[in-house]
């Protein structure tokens, strides 16, 4: 009856295990739900009282997480974060190598500090920036920029949250040594090696993302920043007319809302430049076109369609049509409206959204032209589009409308703005506020002068009194709630794995299979089997998994936890195969034009040396 008492839980437990696993690799339902059905089911199931399901909503690590999320928010809207990796990139100049190493060293310190994902959403146009002006293809830096915040998440124990994870699992152990966790800088050792190596390799390995690219000594295409040149790589001239609105026409005193003009005739109305007078003096004035826009005769509509459209559009409502934009575009750079690229995070809610849903025209007053997938340019029947992870949207508005779209979500990277407007970086006063916060917080955690938790929690707060971030509302919108849920939702899954035996028991069969050829052989295992999973879940949810049973195994063979504990969070962060295996691999996806075998040519061979590679030092530096 024991027997079968243990037993019963242990094989729902691995049943709830499997499901949670397949629906995190479908990715049709979103992560954090899957995590709270996987909870739910476990509690129905008997597996886990209530009290234990919700231990991950109380623990240390997800309080201290929200707390960061506020932290680094602050960091990025004050322009701190933005000031110090554009001085100390710009230090560069033309150098390509001194450019790549700079932003290789400039990604991995802020990640070890900030969210890695967050990381590559600011350095993002700032490179692009850079590489245009120093004339190196940007396909050489983007993914190594990617992988690098990954490595720099080694140095810090806050880089990233398998870190924590295991540090949490040491501390909750049990093992005399280990009552507060890991330190601080417990894994500054492993981030130096990871760093290092990987600036060094990935010179190299860059340069197979360039071979062959029909823009090699500089792709101008995605690197581009002025106006003309955008509308050019989306061959936005050629499908974009001037037509003239005559006395007789039936659209005059109508709003574009009323007309339905894109929904008639398939295409859109980007620009109204209607004539008029002020002082005696004849002016031009250009305005975005929007639904509520009102057509007035001898006004100039700027329609992008196909000829054919167009022309059935001009006929129908009795139109002058005048000549392609293209003459007109010459000034635009300087204009009150211009263009930019929009980079889709991999989490955004407007995904698997039509073009027409989103909303960005009644919103943010800005039109939707084109959309980048991959290596190909959609302008046909683009309100009917779906938007895909990983597609660059083209958009058109005022200028300071595109800057407050910019700003206004972190479901976005802005990329594609003329250099001299995303050089236009606004440093609030707050920043050496945000500064002197980040080094205290730092310090308090390094010096122990607070509960790393603690720390952050404290700094958090003082982040929103100081008005580094404008309200409470502002920061909460920093915190990314999927993660948190995700991360809460899986730390009872680990409880039950520990509580039905199921850890002990894949520890035991690791051991089994492996034991006889010794510890650095079973590390070996755990790092390899680690690394597979992470290819398939997010790091965070494998390291939950996986770090009670490197605990389990370490005692076991009656060896020191430390290198198993290490294995995890290393295996967990470098996850460079699949463009999705982490966010900052999706997010420079398109802006890069990387192809999924681009990361399978360069990824695969770094995580495999990188697993060599750790597997010989971890023991070195943590004896067994």
């Known amino acids: ?70 932290v680094g928010g602050g960091i990025f809207q004050t322009g701190l974060a933005q ?207 929007g639904p509520e826009s009102i057509i007035a005769v001898n006004d100039i509509l700027y329609v992008l369609g196909s000829l054919e459209n167009v022309n059935d559009f001009v006929k129908e409502n009795k139109l002058l049509f005048l000549s392609k934009s293209q003459s007109e575009n010459k000034n635009d750079d300087t204009g009150k409206i211009g263009v930019a690229e929009l980079v889709l995070m991999a989490k955004s809610q407007l995904i698997n959204k039509q073009i027409k849903e989103t909303d960005f025209r009644s919103v943010y007053n800005v039109n939707v032209l084109g959309i980048q997938r991959h290596n190909e340019y ?55 506020l945000a500064a002197i916060i980040l080094i205290l917080m730092v310090a308090a955690m390094v010096f122990e002068w607070l509960p790393p938790v603690m720390a952050s929690m404290v700094a958090a707060v003082l982040m929103v009194l100081t008005g580094c971030l404008r309200n409470v509302e502002s920061a909460y919108k920093t915190i990314n709630w999927e993660s948190i849920v995700l991360f809460a939702g899986m730390i009872p899954m680990a409880i039950a794995m520990e509580n039905t035996g199921a850890s002990r028991w894949i520890a035991e069969s690791i051991v089994g299979q492996l034991g006889t050829f010794g510890p650095v052989a079973v590390m070996a295992g755990i790092y390899l089997a680690t690394s597979c999973v992470t290819l398939f879940i997010s790091n965070t949810a494998t390291a939950v998994l996986f770090a009670p049973i490197a605990l389990q195994t370490a005692l076991t063979l009656n060896v020191s936890p430390l290198p198993f504990m290490f294995t995890v969070a290393v295996a967990a962060s470098m996850c460079f195969a699949s463009p999705f295996a982490t966010p900052p691999n999706a997010l420079v996806m398109s802006a890069g034009r990387y192809s999924f075998m681009d990361y399978v040519k360069v990824g695969l061979p770094m995580q495999l040396i990188y697993a060599l590679i750790m597997i010989l030092v971890l023991p070195l530096l943590f004896p067994f």
Request: aromatic residues 8%; positive net charge; glycine residues 6%.
């Open 1 to 70: 009856m024991l027997t079968s008492f243990i037993i019963s839980p242990m094989i729902i437990t691995f049943a709830v295990l499997a499901l949670t696993a397949f629906f995190f690799v479908w990715g049709k339902i979103r992560a954090d739900v899957v995590a709270l059905c996987a909870l739910l089911l476990l509690v129905l199931c008997n597996v886990l009282t209530t009290r234990e399901a919700l231990t991950g909503f109380s623990n240390e690590i997800v309080i201290m997480m929200i707390a960061l999320f506020v």
């Open 378 to 432: 959609i302008l046909k029947n683009i309100r009917e589009e779906k938007i895909h992870v990983g597609d660059v949207l083209l958009i058109q508005g005022k200028w300071e409308d595109i800057q407050n779209l910019a700003r206004s979500s972190t479901s976005w990277v802005m990329l594609g703005q003329p250099m001299e407007e995303a050089n236009k970086v606004l440093l609030s006063s707050k920043a050496p």
């Open 83 to 289: 000031m110090i990796s554009t001085r100390i990139v710009s230090l560069a100049g033309k150098s390509e190598l001194k450019l790549f190493i700079l932003v290789m060293l400039a990604t991995a310190s802020m990640g070890a500090f900030v969210s890695n994902t967050g990381t590559v959403a600011l350095m993002l146009p700032i490179v692009v920036s850079l590489a245009v002006s120093a004339g190196t293809n940007v396909r050489r830096l983007l993914m190594p920029m990617a992988f690098a915040s990954s490595l720099g998440a080694m140095f810090t124990l806050i880089g990233t949250p398998p870190n924590m994870i295991v540090s949490d699992t040491l501390k909750n152990s049990g093992i005399a040594g280990f009552e507060n966790g890991l330190s601080f800088f417990s894994f500054f050792p492993i981030g130096v090696i990871a760093v290092g190596f990987g600036i060094v390799s990935l010179w190299f390995m860059s340069k197979l993302l360039v071979k062959g690219d029909k823009n090699e000594e500089g792709d101008k295409d995605i690197s581009s920043r002025s106006v003309n040149q955008l509308m050019q790589s989306y061959q936005i001239a050629e499908n974009l007319y001037r037509v003239k609105v005559t006395e007789n026409s039936p659209v005059n005193n109508k709003s574009l809302k009323e007309l339905s003009i894109s929904q008639r005739f398939n295409v859109s109305i980007l620009e109204i430049r209607r004539n008029t007078r002020k002082n005696f003096l004849k002016t031009e004035n250009q305005d975005i076109a």
